[in-house]
């Protein structure tokens, strides 16, 4: 059974949206309006602030979820239904997503470092790449969601998806640490030869007109890109929530939770990622887990893994690579200056 079905909360996925580009529109149009660089200051408070946004969602949400589950028919006439219970396991969904999401965004990082420095981006340009970037991620992730709902019924979906989280997972666990080369890129290839691409970046536009004819900057090339592997991306992780909670409305919060501080957790990390070399490790366990998770963990256990246990493990496995990255690096600061 869902518990928060379309036809039934569609105001609420409406408000939400209407909030999120609220939320957006102010961010570009008031606090970002001017093109500057993002120092490690503001990305950390703004980090923050989003994080904290989360937060406080969850805590409404579980509020409104337990007066809806206690005084609603729906869900008082289901024998042995627990309204507080079934409130915070609702809240606790919406956290793992959130921590799961927002795990796996340290690939789109990584992925940011490499396009900026391949086209050449200034950093005072780069929050307006990584703005328009994350909107049409949102509208991606809105799509792939609502499919992932109605495909996420049929069992064996579930179990291709769970065994791809697997595959996916083993080899970034075994993948090299090279960096990323887009010269060859098949992306890159295809689309310099799709656009008349201007060979200079023209200020924050992105499409410039000269001698009559329209070109655009690299700063189109490098969005175009970001929206193109942040689709791939979300080939892992929509099904990774939705490992998680079958409910498409606790999928949809939790994930564009996440992606709204997505830019400003780039603009704090980029800098020391080098300092987290073993991280992917942690990240391809947790690819892992919730893969297993998908194709026996939650049968075994009676259908529903519990998410107490999830978000605990989850949390182990980050918290580990990034605990034991940052000791690794110290020992070799230490060889360094010793």
């Known amino acids: 059974?869902?518990?928060?079905?379309?036809y039934e909360y569609w105001w609420f996925y409406l408000g939400f949206t209407v909030f999120v580009l609220g939320v957006l529109a102010l961010d570009l149009g008031v606090f970002h309006k001017k093109a500057h660089e993002v120092s490690f200051k503001e990305a950390s408070i703004?980090?923050?602030?989003?994080?904290?946004?989360?937060?406080?969602?969850?805590?409404?949400?579980?509020?409104?979820?337990?007066?809806?589950?206690?005084?609603?028919?729906?869900?008082?006439?289901?024998p042995g239904f627990d309204p507080d219970l079934q409130a915070k396991t609702s809240a606790l969904e919406f956290l793992t997503g959130f921590v799961v999401e927002k795990s796996l965004a340290v690939d789109n990082i990584f992925v940011f470092a490499v396009v900026f420095a391949y086209f050449g981006i200034p950093k005072m340009y780069q929050h307006r790449v990584l703005f328009w970037g994350i909107l049409?991620?949102?509208?991606?992730?809105?799509?792939?969601?609502?499919?992932?709902?109605?495909?996420?019924?049929?069992?064996?979906?579930?179990?291709?998806?769970?065994?791809?989280?697997?595959?996916?997972?083993?080899?970034?666990?075994?993948?090299?640490?090279?960096?990323?080369?887009?010269?060859?890129?098949?992306?890159?290839r295809q689309l310099k030869k799709i656009f008349r691409v201007h060979p200079h970046i023209e200020g924050q536009s992105f499409f410039i007109k000269k001698d009559a004819l329209t070109y655009v900057t690299p700063l189109f090339l490098a969005l175009i890109f970001l929206e193109l592997s942040d689709i791939i991306f979300a080939v892992d992780s929509v099904p990774a929530i939705f490992a998680l909670t079958k409910e498409p409305l606790i999928?949809?919060?939790?994930?564009?939770?996440?992606?709204?501080?997505?830019?400003?957790?780039?603009?704090?990390?980029?800098?020391?990622?080098?300092?987290?070399?073993?991280?992917?490790y942690g990240l391809a366990s947790v690819l892992i887990f919730v893969g297993l998770k998908m194709v026996w963990l939650?049968?075994?256990?009676?259908?529903?893994f519990p998410i107490g246990w999830s978000l605990g493990i989850i949390a182990t496995l980050i918290g580990g690579s990034v605990a034991v990255s940052i000791v690794i690096d110290r020992r070799k600061q230490k060889a360094v200056f010793s």
């Open 46 to 78: 703004w980090t923050t602030i989003w994080i904290g946004m989360a937060f406080v969602f969850n805590y409404l949400f579980y509020l409104y979820a337990h007066y809806r589950f206690s005084t609603h028919e729906r869900y008082t006439s289901i």
């Open 251 to 280: 999928v949809f919060t939790s994930n564009i939770f996440a992606i709204l501080g997505l830019r400003s957790m780039y603009f704090m990390l980029a800098g020391v990622m080098d300092r987290f070399a073993y991280i992917k």
């Open 1 to 6: 059974m869902i518990l928060f079905p379309f």
């Open 298 to 304: 939650n049968e075994a256990f009676g259908g529903k």
């Open 136 to 188: 049409g991620a949102l509208i991606f992730r809105a799509i792939f969601i609502a499919m992932g709902s109605v495909l996420m019924q049929y069992k064996w979906i579930v179990i291709f998806f769970g065994a791809l989280l697997i595959l996916t997972g083993i080899k970034m666990f075994f993948a090299g640490t090279k960096p990323q080369n887009l010269e060859n890129n098949f992306i890159v």
